[in-house]
């Protein structure tokens, strides 16, 4: 997954499957194992799970991690996904990889094709996200992926899995990106077509580099896409659609698949988010001063319960307020969108931001984005346990 900026627009959700990724996440530190060059500016970073944390670290094709390190002297937490299938327990199940491609100026990314190399430790939460099926569901279907740029690292894993899951099953993947050189995976894609000849069907999109079919050079906008689902890839024949990548795209996919009849809970999607935490999140400068106004919030969460005050006039998140006194409070990307910052309000409200993460019916039951919460009560009770 790459870092972009969430834009401010209404919530709704990738669709998944079951409960999938909504267990409580976790840190461990796990040791790089390898680190790979997919392109000039982007790297495959793996790591090693050993035999007793293989439990913690299942997940499913379309799933994500987030890292932790200390650069600078400030944490830093950067989500990708995770870029290979599973590999089964009894097969050995001890590896994760993702993809990691430099952003501009981008302080986690810049570090990681300059600095990172196997040995190293980084802290890894526990695999994350909705954007994943239980592959059985769609044996024998037609499953499009759209992805952008590094929004091709979950599509691999899905891709490989849904391939190798049933014999029936095929995959169509449009792949945009800038040049030839910005590809990630062209390998990886080439080999998977070369086993897959019949069911894997590839289109990259190139938007600065001439390619021979004009359809296949320039910008994925509307006009193109339109195109594309008049002559390449037929709505009518496609079971499910999966869509990574920035903001923009994926919104302009789903209202185009909208409007030529595709149902919207066959449309799963997933958006890059910014990883650049707030830089008060967590400040422990916040304070009640004497006879201010101040809400109480308790937390619970691995079954032992704290509390703090934040200032009304202070407007900070629910997550922000947790930090002071529970640096352990889970979160990724702090933008409404991985959904790893959820708990349930037991006692008091909130009002929340932004959601890409949580189902309506979550809502109804009471979890929040902690990171995208304001306290409307004066007490609030969260329970991340539940
Ligand atoms: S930390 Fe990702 S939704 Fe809150």
């Not at 994760?96 to 981008?106: M, N, T």
């Not at 897959?196 to 359809?215: D, F, G, K």
């Amino acid at each position: 997954m790459a870092l972009f900026r969430v834009p401010t627009a209404q919530a709704p959700v990738t669709v998944a499957s079951g409960d999938g990724g909504r267990h409580r996440a976790r840190f461990h530190a796990l040791t790089v194992s390898q680190v790979r060059p997919l392109t000039k500016d982007a790297v495959e970073v793996s790591f090693a799970v050993p035999l007793e944390l293989v439990d913690d670290y299942a997940y499913l094709p379309g799933q994500y991690v987030a890292l932790r390190v200390h650069l600078e002297g400030a944490e830093v937490r950067r989500s990708y996904s995770l870029c290979r299938p599973p590999i089964p327990a009894d097969e050995g199940g001890t590896t994760l990889s993702v993809a990691v491609k430099r952003d501009e100026g981008g302080l986690f990314s810049t570090w990681a094709q300059t600095e990172l190399t196997p040995g190293f430790e980084i802290d890894v939460m526990s695999p994350q996200g909705t954007f994943t099926s239980g592959l059985a569901e769609l044996a024998g279907a037609h499953v499009v992926g759209i992805a952008a740029g590094s929004g091709i690292t979950p599509m691999m894993a899905l891709a490989r899995s849904l391939l190798t899951a049933s014999d029936s099953t095929r995959f169509t993947l449009l792949y945009t990106n800038k040049a030839t050189s910005d590809v990630m995976f062209l390998e990886d894609l080439a080999d998977l077509k070369d086993r897959y000849p019949t069911r894997l069907v590839l289109h990259h999109v190139l938007s600065r580099e001439q390619r021979t079919a004009p359809l296949m050079s320039g910008r994925l906008d509307e006009e193109r896409l339109r195109t594309i689902f008049g002559a390449l890839i037929l709505p009518d024949t496609v079971d499910e659609w999966f869509l990574c990548g920035p903001f923009a795209l994926v919104d302009l996919c789903r209202e185009v698949l909208a409007d030529l009849g595709v149902p919207r809970e066959h449309v799963r999607f997933e958006l890059f988010t910014t990883g650049d935490a707030p830089a008060e999140r967590g400040s422990r400068k916040v304070e009640v001063r004497q006879g201010e106004k101040a809400v109480r919030i308790e937390i619970n969460l691995d079954g032992v319960s704290s509390t703090v005050e934040s200032p009304v006039d202070a407007h900070e998140s629910v997550l922000n307020a947790a930090l002071r006194v529970r640096p352990d409070a889970p979160f990724a990307c702090s933008g409404g969108v991985c959904g790893t910052c959820r708990a349930r309000v037991v006692d008091g409200s909130v009002t929340m931001t932004e959601n890409y993460a949580l189902e309506p019916d979550e809502i109804e039951r009471g979890y929040v984005l902690t990171c995208q919460s304001h306290p409307t009560s004066d007490r609030l009770v969260v329970d991340y346990d539940v």
